[in-house]
Every structure is written in C-alpha cells, then in structure tokens.
Nanobody, 113 residues
Framework: QVQLVESGGGLVQAGGSLRLSCVVS????????IGWYRQVPGKQRELVAGISRRGSTNYADSTEGRFTISRDNAKNTVYLQMNSLRPEDTAVYYC???????WGQGTQVTVSS
C-alpha cells in the first residue's frame, strides 16, 4: 500500500504565503521523482512543480519564481513553499508521481483578493 497525504493548505490573502507538505508512506514504495499538481473544478489537473530524488527541480511557467519545491528523503516528505500568492493560485493541490494514479483528497488553497 502506497499513500500520499497532503496538508498545509488554507485561506490566505493575496501576497501571503503557505507551505504545503506531502508525506509518502508504504512498505514497498521507492521514493523517486515526485510532483505537486493543482486543479480547479471543471479544469484539467496541471503540474506545478517537480523534484527528483537527487533534488533537481522544474516549475510551471505560472509559478513565475514564486514557488519552491523541496524534499526530505529521510522523512519521505515533499514540500511546496508558496510565496506572493495570487487569487488565480486558488485550487486543490495534490502530490503524486509521474505516470501513477494515486490521487488523494489534496489540500485546498484559497487566496482572497
């Protein structure tokens, strides 16, 4: 069994910050490349940021330098630091592995204008 549990979302005013966490668990799982995704109702889920096991990162253009993805392999945890948040960042944020279908409930981020 592999599980991904997201946390850290909430309500924040425009310009504020949040730090999301994703804890990976499962006795047979190998923690490799992982990403943060987001989705709003009626729209396709999109990749926000990804990070390899060694720490190489990539970001969607929409982050515009405002987000930072990181990981702690000893804790099997990946983080997303979100600064200078905008109302258009409002979405449910998920963590997952490329090519996998392990979508959980995600964590809601709501940015007020």
């Amino acid at each position: 069994q592999v599980q991904l549990v997201e946390s850290g979302g909430g309500l924040v005013q425009a310009g504020g910050s949040l730090r999301l966490s994703c804890v990976v668990s499962g006795s047979t799982f190998s923690f490799n490349t992982i990403g943060w995704y987001r989705q709003v109702p009626g729209k396709q889920r999109e990749l926000v940021a990804g990070i390899s096991r060694r720490g190489s990162t990539n970001y969607a253009d929409s982050t515009e330098g405002r987000f930072t993805i990181s990981r702690d392999n000893a804790k099997n945890t990946v983080y997303l630091q979100m600064n200078s948040l905008r109302p258009e960042d409002t979405a449910v944020y998920y963590c997952n592995f490329p090519g996998r279908d392990l979508w959980g409930q995600g964590t809601q981020v709501t940015v007020s204008s």
